[in-house]
Structures are given as structure tokens and as C-alpha cells.
Antibody
Framework: EVQLVESGGGLVKPGGSLRLSCAASGINFNSAWMVWVRQAPGKWLEWVGRIKSRASGETTDYVAPVRDRFTISRDDSRNMVYLQMNSLKTEDTAIYFC????????????????????WGQGTMVTVSS | QSALTQPPSASGSPGQSVTISCSGTSRDVGGYNYVSWYQQHPGRAPKLIIYEVIKRPSGVPDRFSGSKSGNTASLTVSGLQAEDEADYYCSSYAGSDILVFGGGTKITVL
């Protein structure tokens, strides 16, 4: 079955750390660029960051508010992607979704940075004292 | 404050059309043809309905269409159906390997 399943969310105090996991199945994970998107309660979607495939250098990029605190990594042997979150702030409270780029088979293009068609169900992270 | 500006709400009766806008700048919407639209029902993950401004993934009805003029992109939903009631988000590539989203628009089917 083609799916992404996130885990690892929970309640953490400000300044604490948490590691989210995303398990992929049914996709060619080795070539997939994996993305984390978050959504604060009642708010809009926010692109958090992305890790490219090994063939593309496993390059990571992040949105400015998390750039020095969050780290995305991947384990291709396990079809897993991770989001390590340190120095958490109350404004990091959100549902965190794992997603991946859309493959346009007719145009033979990969939209790793601009369009995402496979999403997990999300995992809730609450940062509160 | 979201990076892209969308109206908070829009509505239409079944069978009618509704168009929502997504305003950005020359550094995002106006600078690239990489605008996408997502539909999100309550408690669900987003679903990709438009990419590269005007293209639809397979399986998305042709009632959904996208366009762009300058720094503003638009999504039109024609022949509104009850199941179209949802939140809709635009996104745009913003250069330097960064993606930005809009604040979302809730479409209500009257």
C-alpha cells in the first residue's frame, strides 16, 4: 500500500526536544524528496523543510523560523525520514505532516519542491509548560 | 501572517462557480510557474488538485482549474458540489529552495 505514516508527536515543554518519524511504503523511497509541512491549530499550512534524495545530495533546506533548531534526516535502508526538533517553542505547536513530491509521468518531471501528492495523516506536537 | 494572501472565505450555490485568489510577489507567485493548490477537508491531510499553475493530477475533476496573472494566482471551482466544501490553500515556489503557502480559503457550498 502506498502510504506515509508519521509518529513521535506528543507534549513537550518549551526548550525541549522531540524526534518525529515518517515511514514510507509503496513508493520508490530512494529517489523521493521528503518534505515536512506543519499546521498550527486552526491555521494555515507551513512548509517546514525538505531533504532531497541521496542521488541529489541529500540536501536539506528549512523555513527561517526553524533553520537553526530543526534537522531532517533519512534512512533509505528503512524507508524512513526524521524530523529532529530542538529548542522547541510554543509557536511550534502544530500537526506535522510528512509528504513527498508529485511525479508527473506524462511530462517526466518530478515536483520535489513545489507540489506534493502523497501525505501522511499527521502527528500532533504540543509545546506547553 | 502567511506569505501568500488568500481571502478567508468564498461561497456559492450548487452548480455555480467560485474563484479564489492567491496574491504574492514577484519573488514567488510572479516569478515562477510553480503554483499549486490543495484541498483540505476537516481533520484530513491536504490533497493536491492543481500544480504548475494550471495542471491537474490524474483523478482530479476538470471542474477545478487554475490560472495566473502577474503576482496573483487563481483557482476556479466550476459546477460546485457539496463535497467541494473545504479549505483551499495555494502554494508557490519562492526561490532558494523554499516553498510558501497561502493563509487558506474556506469554500462554503450554500
Amino acid at each position: 500500500e502506498v502510504q506515509l505514516v508519521e509518529s513521535g508527536g506528543g507534549l513537550v515543554k518549551p526548550g525541549g526536544s522531540l524526534r518525529l518519524s515518517c515511514a514510507a511504503s509503496g513508493i520508490n523511497f530512494n529517489s523521493a524528496w521528503m518534505v515536512w509541512v506543519r499546521q498550527a491549530p486552526g491555521k494555515w499550512l507551513e512548509w517546514v523543510g525538505r531533504i532531497k534524495s541521496r542521488a541529489s545530495g541529500e540536501t536539506t533546506d528549512y523555513v527561517a523560523p526553524v533553520r537553526d533548531r530543526f534537522t531532517i534526516s533519512r534512512d533509505d535502508s528503512r524507508n524512513m525520514v526524521y524530523l529532529q526538533m530542538n529548542s522547541l517553542k510554543t509557536e511550534d505547536t502544530a500537526i506535522y505532516f510528512c509528504t513527498t513530491g508529485y511525479i508527473d509521468r506524462s511530462a517526466k518531471t518530478y515536483h520535489g519542491d513545489d507540489a506534493f501528492d502523497l501525505w501522511g495523516q499527521g502527528t500532533m506536537v504540543t509545546v506547553s509548560s | 501572517q502567511s506569505a501568500l494572501t488568500q481571502p478567508p472565505s468564498a461561497s456559492g450555490s450548487p452548480g455555480q462557480s467560485v474563484t479564489i485568489s492567491c496574491s504574492g510577489t514577484s519573488r514567488d507567485v510572479g516569478g515562477y510557474n510553480y503554483v499549486s493548490w490543495y484541498q483540505q477537508h476537516p481533520g484530513r491531510a491536504p490533497k493536491l488538485i492543481i500544480y504548475e499553475v494550471i495542471k491537474r493530477p490524474s483523478g482530479v475533476p476538470d471542474r477545478f482549474s487554475g490560472s495566473k496573472s502577474g503576482n496573483t494566482a487563481s483557482l476556479t471551482v466550476s459546477g460546485l458540489q457539496a463535497e467541494d466544501e473545504a479549505d483551499y490553500y495555494c502554494s508557490s515556489y519562492a526561490g532558494s529552495d523554499i516553498l510558501v503557502f497561502g493563509g487558506g480559503t474556506k469554500i462554503t457550498v450554500l
